[in-house]
């Protein structure tokens, strides 16, 4: 048994997957949410959720009953004094998170890490609620948790960095694949990966393809596990939309991250999605959905303008110092499964070749939406590589 006790807030399901996941490296896990009702749901889900992995053979009944006796379902958020690491899984609310914060820094002793799952908020202002914020940091992981690898160690303005160091090795040694990152808009991932779905719109806007040819391009030509209009679809809607929202609104505006009135209007129709029978695509016994067009000239042509632009978001991300460019790989192949990590990828195709594709792009438009990233055009000028 691991002495540490580690602490969960809120009993949704990124919170049920991290006690999950805490409680299979033998941790003693508390696990609280507000409404007692939301606890009884977490059990039972969780328990579900394990007794699947027995049908499957993955694990044996004795060690699913191990890691439920050490979760321990609570009501009183006071039982949490004990804990070495507390993670806040609520909703992403900065007024909920910070009154969570509050009432946790009475209750844990001083020496206690406290930590948000947040991935659109910044550190630094759910830090602000703390009397001492520098135990307190950042540490994202992707749904489903117990599956997904990457987890994002986001330090804030005031974190120390012996506290950083402190939540990333308990990570690491849950067999994560942790990354740092810095407490800008959407971390890592989520700034990276908004072209992934917006280029992907805009070329269905403008005409290029249709949903199911740009889909089949981006999984057959592209190698990606999901086209972006299904992944948008699985996500839902609702959320994907305010990611969208959330991060142009963080980065003041810039055009790089311009919602589209296509997702818009799906979410003002309540078209969220797989989970309400009708997105991008329609769901159901009956769904009648159309094919692709599969021409492998038109496929590339997408693809290249896609990856295109989640190359030169990744290199944004270097040079504006974000994350290292082994950390901006790593976070996009193990938090949403990426074919390469995105520079190596640049370094495949030509770093002077992915230039002069965000040169055209930038040439025909006339968006400051398209303008080649300042670290890809020096690492051209000097005949250089990231790797």
Not at 111 to 130: E, G, H, P, Q
Not at 174 to 201: C, H, M, Q
Not at 335 to 341: D, E, S, T
Request: proline fraction near 4%; aromatic fraction near 10%; charge should be negative.
């Amino acid at each position: 048994m691991n002495d540490e006790i580690i602490g969960v807030v809120g009993a949704g399901t990124m919170g049920q997957g991290i006690a999950q996941i805490a409680s299979q490296n033998n941790h003693t896990v508390y696990l609280y949410d507000a409404y007692p009702d939301q606890l009884g749901k977490a059990k039972h889900a969780l328990r579900k959720i394990l007794q699947r992995q027995v049908e499957k053979e993955r694990m044996s009944q004795e060690e699913v009953d191990g890691i439920m006796d050490r979760i321990h379902f609570e009501e009183d958020l006071t039982n949490f004094g004990e804990c070495s690491l507390v993670i806040e899984a609520v909703v992403e609310d900065l007024d909920i998170k910070k009154d969570v914060f509050q009432r946790l820094e009475g209750i844990v002793s001083h020496n206690c890490i406290l930590a948000t799952n947040t991935s659109s908020l910044s550190i630094a202002s759910i830090s602000s609620a703390l009397k001492k914020p520098k135990r307190f940091l950042g540490i994202h992981f992707f749904n489903p948790a117990p599956i997904m690898p990457l987890v994002e160690i986001v330090p804030g303005i005031a974190t120390s960095e012996e506290i950083t160091q402190a939540a990333r090795r308990q990570i690491d040694n849950w067999d994560k694949t942790t990354v740092l990152a810095k407490d800008t808009p959407g971390f890592i991932v989520n700034r990276v990966a908004r072209p992934f779905y917006s280029e992907a719109i805009r070329q269905y806007e403008e005409g290029v393809a249709d949903i199911p040819t740009i889909d089949w391009a981006m999984k057959e030509i592209g190698g990606f596990r999901m086209g972006p209009f299904e992944l948008m679809d699985f996500i839902g809607h609702d959320v994907n939309y305010k990611v969208t929202e959330t991060v142009f609104k963080e980065f003041f505006y810039d055009p790089r991250f311009k919602p589209s009135f296509t997702q818009k209007r799906l979410v003002e129709a309540g078209w969220l999605g797989k989970k309400s029978g009708k997105g991008f695509y329609e769901y159901g016994d009956e769904a009648d959905n159309p094919e692709p067009t599969k021409d492998e000239k038109l496929g590339q042509k997408i693809v290249d303008r896609i990856v295109t632009m989640l190359i030169n978001e990744a290199a944004d991300a270097v040079f504006m110092n974000v994350a290292t460019v082994e950390d901006v790989d790593l976070a996009m192949t193990k938090g949403v499964n990426y074919p390469k990590g995105l520079l190596k990828w640049a370094d495949e195709i030509g770093l002077q070749e992915v230039l002069d594709r965000m040169s055209r792009l930038q040439t025909e438009y006339r968006e400051d939406r398209y303008r080649p990233n300042p670290l890809l055009k020096r690492k051209v000028r000097n005949g250089e590589t990231f790797y």
